[in-house]
T-cell receptor
């Protein structure tokens, strides 16, 4: 079945470390997105990509980086510059503008 | 810019009660409108959508009608079940002015008690 796979489901990071969250889709979607969700809050856009080898900053890009070398993959790196990285991270993709998103099951990142 | 305002929660209902979660939007173009549902510890799932004025989206007993005159897309269900307990997000996607990115409301938590 087609879908989006995020891994790992849970991730623990020591302060000062960079970590990379994986997002892979086999839906042949052009656009991919990363969102951050804090407890009891809505979704905030970190980065998005509408085509391979191109991506744009969202509303809270500081302290994060992405790459889009393949259509299927859109990894997110949480760098040591991100001051408060503990959150639930959601990856999504869409086939075309206005078609709605397909979401992954999320990665919960905790800084220890 | 675009924005989505949802009814504040949490909402608590008894099983078989009628559900309405209000959603209004502001958009400069002609957006598509969506409702998503999120169960605890999971990602969001697309529940229903409508792409033009007066369209009605429906799925699993939930319905919402795209009302351009009132810029609203309220979610309704005639008889809720305990399994409907989740967080519901209203969203819009405006292809003309926002590169197809979606704007989400803050979410409304629904708890259904037996």
């Amino acid at each position: 079945d087609g879908g989006i796979t995020q891994s790992p489901k849970y991730l623990f990071r020591k302060e000062g470390q960079n970590v990379t969250l994986s997002c892979e889709q086999n839906l042949n979607h052009d656009a991919m997105y990363w969102y951050r969700q804090d407890p009891g809050q809505g979704l905030r856009l970190i980065y998005y990509s509408q085509i391979v080898n191109d991506f744009q900053k969202g509303d809270i890009a500081e302290g994060y980086s992405v790459s889009r070398e393949k259509k299927e993959s859109f990894p997110l790196t949480v760098t040591s510059a991100q001051k408060n990285p503990t959150a639930f991270y959601l990856c999504a993709s869409s086939m075309r503008q206005g078609s709605g998103y397909t979401f992954g099951s999320g990665t919960r990142l905790t800084v220890v | 810019g675009n924005s989505v305002t949802q009814m504040e929660g949490p909402v608590t209902l008894s099983e078989e009660a009628f559900l309405t979660i209000n959603c209004t939007y502001t958009a400069t173009g002609y957006p598509s409108l969506f409702w998503y549902v999120q169960y605890p510890g999971e990602g969001l799932q697309l529940l229903l959508k409508a792409t033009k004025a007066d369209d009605k989206g429906s799925n699993k007993g939930f319905e919402a009608t795209y009302r351009k005159e009132t810029t609203s897309f309220h979610l309704e269900k005639g008889s809720v079940q305990v399994s409907d307990s989740a967080v519901y997000f209203c969203a819009l996607s405006d292809a003309d002015t926002n590169a197809g990115k979606s704007t989400f409301g803050d979410g409304t938590t629904l708890t259904v008690k037996p």
